[in-house]
């Protein structure tokens, strides 16, 4: 028998499978994206060490090879389950189990967490608040529904993730302009697009795990920047833990067990849901998605409850052994965190501090160039030049050792002018 491993994007040296599945009486196999191994610099493991088989297929989202190799591993391998933590891998593991007959979770229970349109009108029929929105299939219903709700606009893929194809347009002449780079006035045409009324206010994450159907571990977090600011945003984004006592984390909480019953899902997944607060003090629901989330958060995770949610999300669709008090209570945090990211910007790299400050409370520090690269503009949410993170009390001491980790690194940090970016 044997486990089948679908790695999309990120590091393997952050994703050891191999690792998590150690006690795992049965080969491993890994199917890997050629493109994404590349961009963080890593090899494909070699067959017959910790894994028996593996590729890294070219055109990994677009081509058809994945399916067909993975078929072909599956039946010579007598492969009994798949594993696929990357959002976008979410649908093709689930057709592939259907396929093969596998357990795990399947279309049936991706789809209200991928499409955000579906999302939207099962939350909303369950009495939680959403922003008004379109599936549009023609720019005259994206003008009808600009018309309707006014500026900002927010654009989106249905099936967007890690913000990947956002688009805040702030005037009807940003729509126009929007318009008459490539939608047909007068369709209709399925363009994938989801119009959405802008919310005001800060947006909050809530990060967990569902173990046998039921939400084992689950805390509430605040972006202290906008998300779709990652091309031009240069300085610190900040996000921090609340505090225990905070009046917004028990609604949170219990806004997102809300959202959870609405969308339903399977027995054992991960999830991270992102809502507005508004000035008016509404819970909005923004997404939730049936992973864990990006950047630093398995490791925010980890650091508050002592577990790597992506490791027991994915032994627990194996029926691995978890650890005991997953089965028996649900935990709050054991510290508070906070997360610093800088995000790449054009120049190029004269000087970086690629090692941490001697400080005791930073836990995570990671730089992702080094001095002669050449960086160019963000290219997505996650196109990182430093991440880090602390630990404190509360979230005031939290944000203080952020800002001081900050300006700490800023100052280490010299560019250069560069005709091209990399």
Not at 81 to 86: D, E, K, R, S, Y
Not at 91 to 114: F, H, I, K, N, S
Not at 183 to 198: I, M, Q, S, V
Not at 363 to 371: A, L, N
């Amino acid at each position: 028998m044997a486990v089948l491993v679908l790695h999309h994007r990120g590091s393997l040296a952050g994703t050891p499978y191999h690792e998590w599945l150690s006690d795992y009486e049965g080969d491993l196999l890994l199917i890997a994206s050629r493109e994404h191994l590349a961009l963080v610099s890593e090899q494909l493991p070699p067959e017959g060490g910790a894994y028996r088989r593996t590729a890294a297929v070219d055109a990994y989202e677009t081509g058809g090879d994945l399916e067909s190799l993975a078929l072909e591993w599956a039946r010579e391998h007598e492969v009994a389950h798949l594993v696929a933590c990357q959002e976008r891998d979410l649908e093709r593991a689930a057709e592939l189990r259907d396929v093969l007959g596998l357990p795990g979770q399947r279309m049936d229970t991706v789809l209200p967490y991928r499409d955000k349109a579906l999302m939207k009108r099962r939350v909303s029929a369950a009495g939680l608040a959403v922003a008004p929105c379109l599936e549009v299939e023609s720019a005259a219903e994206l003008i009808g529904f600009a018309e309707r709700h006014g500026f900002p606009l927010v654009l989106k893929p249905v099936d967007s993730a890690g913000s990947v194809g956002l688009r805040i347009l702030e005037s009807r002449e940003e729509l126009d302009a929007h318009l008459a780079d490539g939608l047909d006035l007068y369709g209709p045409h399925l363009l994938n697009l989801l119009a959405e009324a802008f919310v005001p206010g800060r947006m909050c994450h809530v990060d967990g795990l569902v173990v046998d159907g039921r939400v084992v571990f689950a805390w509430p977090s605040q972006y202290q920047y906008t998300l779709s600011s990652y091309r031009t945003d240069t300085g610190g984004r900040l996000d921090l833990t609340l505090d225990t006592d905070d009046p917004l984390t028990g609604r949170l909480l219990e806004f997102t067990d809300r959202a959870l019953a609405a969308l339903g899902g399977p027995e054992d997944f991960a999830f991270h849901a992102e809502i507005f607060h508004t000035p008016d003090d509404e819970l909005v629901l923004c997404e939730i998605a049936c992973r864990t989330g990006g950047a630093a958060i398995r490791d925010i995770v980890r650091l508050m409850f002592g577990v790597d949610p992506s490791e027991a999300w994915v032994r627990a669709q194996l029926g691995l052994p978890l650890p005991e008090w997953l089965g028996v209570e649900r935990r709050t945090p054991q510290r508070m965190v906070g997360q610093l990211v800088l995000m790449k910007r054009p120049g190029r790299v004269v000087r970086i501090a690629e090692d941490p400050p001697d400080f005791c409370w930073v836990e995570k520090y990671q730089v992702f160039v080094g001095p002669g690269q050449t960086m160019g503009e963000a290219a997505f949410s996650a196109d990182f030049l430093l991440t880090a993170l602390v630990s404190g009390t509360d979230r005031a001491e939290c944000e203080a050792r952020l800002r001081l980790l900050e300006a700490w690194f800023l100052g280490e940090l010299v560019l250069e002018p560069a005709d091209g970016a990399a």
